[in-house]
């Protein structure tokens, strides 16, 4: 079984390769990139971070907070029966939007521009629903195709025995590797062609593995719906038991979740992966990427994407080790024990370098809507008539202003920074005494404050 | 599910993927890809692909193009008169006199009305600029002829026609070697002196011409012009960048190249074959902020980043 699975991916994937030789763009999707963060707000940006760091240590509570924060409160039981029916639609259009970009992918126009794949997938999916986990909640436990689809197969037959193991599988982090490369690194990793087939291919593996061995396995080892779901930590909102809404202090939940291995590596994996896309910007990288196209292009992004992964792990690891060595435990525990306070800064991240990309190129998915498979249609009215822009151009580049984009960076990468270090501060003096705590994080205040000087200079120099 | 019938499912789906990867070959022809194009770019874009020097082939390309003219069906049908005057400083000044038409800025983007709407002004091809006034001022361009294009446009944007013919005039100019003394590009400009590995920048941000603001969109109040040329040679650019450029000027890319290829400037939506050993000038006013790629289209080979502020 497994070995047939592994042969017909190797196959598809070789297939693809050859039989692309359509005109492609060299980067991901997205034409335009933002300007460099102004030298004053970036210099703020870092001060106010390293200054509101070590202050938070010495100055912040002395027994942990976030977990009774995170009880929140229950709105009331009322709401149950409208979230299952919010549950039903949102399945249902997740069913169908995953249909039509993956059809779309495989059998659409091979146009990066027309064909909606690219643009739902990297941007609308990737970054969209990374904004929406934060804002409203894990939305994507419900929107999720494949777990509708094995939800539903399993209504039809009974379902095999639920895994109690909730520690994050090892696919997780693959496949986020997997579509990050993609992304990042292949020349051929925004083409329509490119995302129908290894679409195709992860609903293959999910949906097989969901059937095969229960829902609980795809909770673990889908990719995106565990780091979704643990970005929706971060969110204000949350469904409880009951199945109804319950709100809770923003960041709170993050006193909720266990880190294990595999989640640690996810983190490192996104967390490194968005630095990586951060250095396509600066002139050194650009030196590096000169006159290379094709192989050659995708060779050196892989090694770049590599050294990137390599290098944020390898600051995070250290710093953990050092806090071992105050606190007298394990380097490797402690990392696992505090990987989900990376959480903050994983979304600041993202949100500093995508969200541009979501204002824009997001205008541009409601007009492909309208004719997804890029044959002329226009279902919805949004190609003659675009919401944002006219229809000479489409794209309204002018809707939000430079300043405010600067703005949304440098003030997510700040807040982001602020949220890590006061959860890990929260998990330090749950675990220690607060004389003890204070001394032990030291190391990764510095990590953090590492992470989030790198993440301004990337964005400064872009 | 039986792993027999689960094993047959899977097949079925590896092979109908297998099908489609392998049948993407065929659908890649060049009447595909050629009958994809109106889809693809704007109308603006279309002329671009258009040979510049055969206005009547532009003509063409706009009249066949599907919903790029809008049929006015009122009377008097507006008309459109055009000069192009050397200015005694510098650049062109382009004086499009419309009649039975009033130029509305204040109802642009909205739904096309009866007898009003604004201009585009087309330098070989390539849109420059709305114009919303009867004046609006070039800059001095390559030694040769040019074809300057003002056609009516709706409210909407839509180019208006009658008839099925476009209600725009051309008037051709030519640009005098000893007119661009002042440039500082000039001496520059001859590709044969131009050191192939290279590419060479010039800026002329201080050719400002502060009585150009004339009810122009132009966004600083003043045009500034800044030529870059950028030379590709065996396929490669020697010294890719980022030129920094200010929001609301105008920018003239020269593109030299000794293989075929499109180029495409990005965001811009402009997108211009080029032959090998062929220059391509690229004009266009500057007026969306961002960074934004110059790139060979086809081998995806990045010319140059504009940094657009």
């Known amino acids: 079984m497994r070995s047939s699975r592994i042969v017909a991916t190797t196959v598809l994937v070789g297939a693809t390769w050859i039989s692309m030789s359509a005109p492609v763009f060299g980067h991901g999707v997205g034409e335009r990139g933002d300007l460099p963060l102004p030298a004053w707000q970036m210099i703020w940006g870092a001060a106010f971070a390293v200054l509101i760091s070590f202050a938070a240590v010495g100055l912040l509570w002395t027994a942990p907070k976030l977990h009774k924060a995170n009880q929140g409160h229950s709105v009331g039981a009322w709401t149950t029966p409208i979230l299952r029916i919010g549950e039903a639609l949102l399945r249902t259009l997740g069913v169908a939007l995953w249909a039509v970009v993956l059809t779309a992918g495989l059998f659409g126009v091979d146009n990066v521009r027309t064909n909606i794949a690219p643009i739902a997938t990297f941007v609308v999916f990737w970054v969209g629903v990374q904004v929406l986990s934060v804002v409203v909640g894990d939305i994507w436990s419900v929107l999720n195709p494949f777990d509708t689809i ?44 490119t995302i129908g087939v290894m679409l195709g291919v992860y609903s293959v593996i999910m949906i097989g593995g969901g059937l095969r061995h229960g829902r609980g396995w795809l909770h673990r080892n889908e990719g995106f719906a565990v ?53 396509g910007g600066v002139q050194f990288w650009l030196d590096i990427t000169a006159n290379r196209s094709g192989t050659s292009l995708t060779v050196v992004n892989t090694l770049g994407m590599l050294m990137a992964i390599g290098g944020v792990g390898l ?27 990376l959480l903050p800064i994983v979304f600041a991240y993202a949100l500093a370098h995508y969200f541009s990309l979501l204002v824009f190129e997001g205008q541009n998915f409601l007009i492909q809507i309208s004719d997804p498979y890029g044959r002329g249609w226009d279902l919805f009215g949004t190609q003659a008539d675009p919401w944002f822009g006219s229809r000479t151009n489409p794209i309204n580049y002018l809707w939000i202003s430079t300043a405010a984009i600067a703005w949304v960076q440098v003030t997510s990468i700040v807040v982001g920074h602020v949220a890590g270090v006061a959860s890990a501060h929260d998990r330090a003096v749950e675990d220690h005494d607060a004389d003890l705590a204070i001394r032990s994080q030291y190391p990764l205040v510095v990590a953090m404050v590492a992470y989030t000087v790198v993440g301004l200079v990337l964005l400064f120099n872009s | 599910m039986y792993r027999p019938l689960r094993r047959a499912i899977i097949s079925v789906l590896a092979f109908l993927m297998l099908a489609t990867a392998c049948g993407s070959t065929a659908s890649d022809s060049p009447s595909d890809v050629a009958a994809d194009i109106p889809t693809d770019v704007p109308a603006a874009a279309v002329n671009d692909e258009i040979d510049s020097t055969d206005m009547d082939m532009v003509e063409d390309a706009v009249h066949d193009h599907d919903g790029a003219l809008l ?48 201009m585009h002004l087309y330098i070989d091809g390539v849109k420059i600029t709305r114009m919303y006034s009867e004046w609006y001022h070039i800059a001095d361009m390559d ?62 941000a201080d050719h400002d011409h502060s009585e150009v603001t004339d009810g122009t969109e132009t966004l600083t109040g003043d045009t500034s012009l800044q030529t870059y040329h950028l030379v590709v040679a065996d396929g490669e650019v020697q010294t890719p960048g980022r030129i920094e450029i200010d929001l609301g000027s105008v920018v003239q890319l020269h593109i030299h190249s000794d293989v075929s290829d499109q180029i495409h400037v990005h965001g811009y939506d402009i997108l211009r074959p080029i032959e090998p050993g062929g220059e391509v000038q690229i004009n266009f006013v500057a007026n969306l902020p961002g960074v934004w790629e110059t790139e060979m289209e086809d081998s995806g080979l990045l010319l140059i980043e504009l940094v657009v502020s």
């Open chain 1, 150 to 193: 094995v939800r539903v197969v399993e209504r039809l037959r009974p379902p095999r025995a639920e895994h109690t193991d909730h520690a994050v599988g090892r696919w997780a982090p693959v496949s986020l590797f997997v579509f990050l490369w993609l992304e990042l690194c292949w020349h051929k990793g925004s083409e329509p062609r």
């Open chain 1, 227 to 279: 780091l979704f779901r643990l970005l929706a930590s971060l969110a204000p909102f949350r469904r409880d038991e009951d199945g109804s809404l319950g709100f809770r202090w923003p960041f709170s939940g993050i006193s909720g979740v266990q880190g294990d291995s595999w989640m640690m590596g996810l983190i490192i994996v996104v967390l490194g992966a968005t630095t990586f896309d951060g250095m």
């Open chain 2, 143 to 204: 030694e040769g002829d040019h074809e300057i294009r003002v056609e009516l446009s709706a409210n909407n944007h839509s180019a208006l026609g009658h008839d099925g013919v476009a209600l725009d005039t051309t008037v051709t100019i030519t640009q005098e070697l000893d007119e661009l003394v002042d440039m500082a590009t000039d001496d520059l400009m001859d590709s044969d002196e131009m050191d192939s590995t290279d590419m060479v920048m010039e800026e002329n």
């Open chain 1, 315 to 341: 600051v995070y690891m250290i710093a953990s080790e050092l806090v071992g060595r105050v606190t007298g435990h394990n380097g490797v525990d402690v990392a696992e024990r505090y990987a989900p306070t």
């Open chain 2, 71 to 118: 049929e006015v069906e009122y009377s008097p049908v507006p008309t459109i008169s055009l000069e192009v005057l050397k200015d005694n400083i510098s650049g062109w000044n382009v004086h499009a006199t419309p009649t039975d038409f009033i130029l509305a800025p204040e109802h642009v983007s909205t739904d096309p009305l009866d007898g009003e709407g604004h």
